[in-house]
């Protein structure tokens, strides 16, 4: 048996014998709570990035709402959790037919069209996730294109090593409770993939391209804290004393990061900041991540405030290697996705659930697990968005003019403006007066 979503998996249970309707109302209370945070990830983006350019973030994870729950019911579910094969499932759910049989292996205590819409929230938050590094020069339409093939290409095979009982990493040990390696590892590895691509924004580095608006990355971070407690401790799949585990674990390691951080900036910079202490919130959600149904409170202290500090180094990253990640989704979430996997290595302990790690008696085989899962995910991830980003930029496009980008995407790909003021009522005078101060 693995312990996978935090669930133990074992023969398909039935359908209606085994239906626990505290469980039921959990899991669809806790899809709700996920599915606020793609509106949370928005406005945390929308506040970090130019005024002229709020709105065209905020599309972007909104449009991945409705173009991921299409395609999820049409296919990319069954691919992700059906059949028996290691490396992808079948179409054998395709349009969610036969959605009464319980997906192989695991042993739901819940309707299985529970699990579809629960697994839904996470495929539209994990590609919504890359938009952050691409910020201020991506085609509107392109996006929802590219993204799309996304969800089928990489985030399904993914989704069914891991998550799925079938899985091949799965089956070899690999712990990863609601999708540390899934979600920011896979979503991080693509974000640096596509910005490798497409390129740097015109005038960075030199440029400062400073927040717009600070209170809206907070309001979205705090949105993030509430819903993740959905993504961590809806991912015990049961209402049981596990997913309380998961839900003090996760409250733990954001408050230890948000300090981790805001300490490093102290000492780094001799100021602590609020956009700081938001990332670093951030950082801590996504490091307890695949870790918070495996390890401690006390371990999941450790986990933070490591998180906190060592992703607050890796936004430099950046700068010393010249890449244009935007909003610092490489040195957020596929730093933190991979330090949050790799720590259940070290701390994950059977008294919570699943494996010892190496410093609860359990040697380096958990650890081995783990790094062959994130190499895997990584790697894969990476190598396959790479070249559907390649192939895209070098047909259809994916990154707007210099004329369009430096009229920023709201304008350029919506025709609108996020502000209008009574000075500037044109929304053009007002974006290029914005531009020329901001």
Known sequence: MHFIMGTVVSAAATTTDATNHADTAWILASSALVLLMTPGLAFFYGGMVRGKNV??????????????????????????????????GNLHQFGLNHIWEQPTGF???????????????????????????????????SWVAFSSLWLILVYAPVAHWVFSPAGWLAKKGAEDFAGGTVVHANAGAAALAVILVIGKRKGWPKERMRPHNVPYVLLGAGLLWFGWFGFNAGSALSANTLSAYA????????????????????????HSTTLGAASGAVAGLVAITPACG????????????????????????????????????????????????????????????GQNGFFYKGGWTLMGHQVLAVVAVVTY??????????????????????????????????????????????????????????
């Open 294 to 353: 495996f390890v401690s409170p006390m371990g999941s202290i450790v986990i933070g405030l490591l998180a906190g500090i060592i992703c607050c180094l890796a936004t430099s990253l950046k700068t010393i290697f010249k890449f244009d990640d935007a909003l610092d989704v490489v040195g957020v979430h596929l730093v933190g996705g991979i330090l949050g996997a790799l720590l259940i290595g070290l701390f994950g302990t059977a008294m919570v659930n």
């Open 107 to 141: 042993a739901l205590t819940t309707p299985p069209m529970v699990f579809v819409a629960f697994q839904l929230m996470f495929a539209i938050i994990t590609p919504a996730l890359i938009t952050g590094a691409t910020a201020d020069r991506l085609k509107f339409g």
């Open 55 to 88: 709105l065209g973030m905020l599309a972007q994870n909104y449009v991945t709402m409705g173009a991921v729950s299409i395609l999820w019911i049409t296919g990319v579910y069954s691919l992700a959790f059906n059949g028996t094969g290691g490396l992808i």
């Open 381 to 438: 991830s990476f190598v396959v968005t790479y070249i559907l980003a390649l192939i895209m930029e070098k047909t259809v496009g994916l990154r707007v003019s210099e004329e369009d980008e430096a009229a920023g995407l709201d304008l350029s790909q919506h025709a609108e403006t996020a502000y209008e003021s009574a000075t500037f009522s044109d929304g053009s005078r007002f974006l290029s007066n914005f531009t020329s101060t901001n």
């Open 247 to 270: 839900f003090v674990n996760t409250n733990t390691a954001t408050g230890a990061a948000l300090i981790g951080w805001i300490l490093t900036e102290k000492f780094r910079d001799g």
